[in-house]
C-alpha cells in the first residue's frame, strides 16, 4: 500500500525563512524536505537533489529538527512580512502530526508579528485554528482539484480526502479565518468534472478562488502518465492533447470557471 514504505529524515538547516517569489509573499517556511502527500504532478520534486536523488518522490520526508530555533534568530532580524507556508512542501503532511513544526513554526511567526498564507491539503490544518484566530494577517487555502475522491486517490494518494478538505473550509470559515479554495491544477477533463457542484459546496466557505492550469515541467510528466495509464488509460490522448500549445481546452475552462464564480458571486482569479 501506499505510504507504507515511507523514510523519515531528519536534517539541519542553515536558514527557513527564505525568501518567495510567489506573489503577495513576502517569505516562504519550508519546515520539512520532499512531502508525503505524494503527488504525482508535484512541481516541488526538484528538491529531490537535495540528498534523494533518484527516489520516488513522495517515499521521503526529512523533518528540519531545528528549523524552530533557526526561524526565531531569522524572524527577529528580518523585516516583518506575508509568509507562505508552505512553497516546496505541505506543512500538515502527516509526519506534522507527531513532529509538529509547523505549528512551532506559527508560534514563531505569531510572537514576531508576521502575517501567514497557508495552503495544504489536508484537514490537519485545523488543529491550529487557536492560533490562526491570533493573527492580525492571516488566511488558509486548501487544494481542491476534484470533487471526485477517487481522482485524489490517483493524483494525491497522500492527502486527506476531498470531503474532509471542504469540511475543513466550513470549519475554518466558521470560526472567522478568512478562507480561500485553490483549484489547481486544474487536470484536464477531470478536474472540470462536476465543476458546477463543487463551486456551490464553495461558495459559502471560501473569500476566493484561485485557479490554475497543470503545467508539465520538473520532470512530472512520467508519473502523471502512470497514473493516466493506471487510472484513466482511456482519457490520455484527450488529457494531453489539452496540454499542447494551442489547444482551446485552458481558455475554454478559463471562460467557463469565471462565469460560474460570476454567478455565485465568488471573487475568483484565474493566475494561468
Ligand atoms: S502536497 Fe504540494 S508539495 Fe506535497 S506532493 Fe502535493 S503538490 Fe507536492
Redesign the pocket.
Known sequence: MWGDCMEIGEVRCKGVLGKSGIGGMDYAVNPYLG?????A?????FMRRMGHPGEL??SFVDVKVNAVDVLRVEAAKKPRGRVML?S???AY?PIERERRMTRRCLEVLLDEGYGVDVL???DLVLRDIDLFKRFDDVEVGL?VTSLDDGVRRAF?P??SPIPARLDALKKLSDEGIPTYAFLGPMLPYLSDERLDELLNILADRVGRLLVDRLNIKCGNMPDIRSVLDAHYPELRPMFEAALKEGSPYYSDLRTRVTRLCEDRAIPVRVVY
Open positions: 512531502c508525503g502527500h505524494a503527488c504532478y508535484c512541481y516541488a520534486r518522490w513522495g508552505s516546496v512542501t505541505d503532511q495544504t491539503k489536508s487544494t494525491e497522500g492527502a
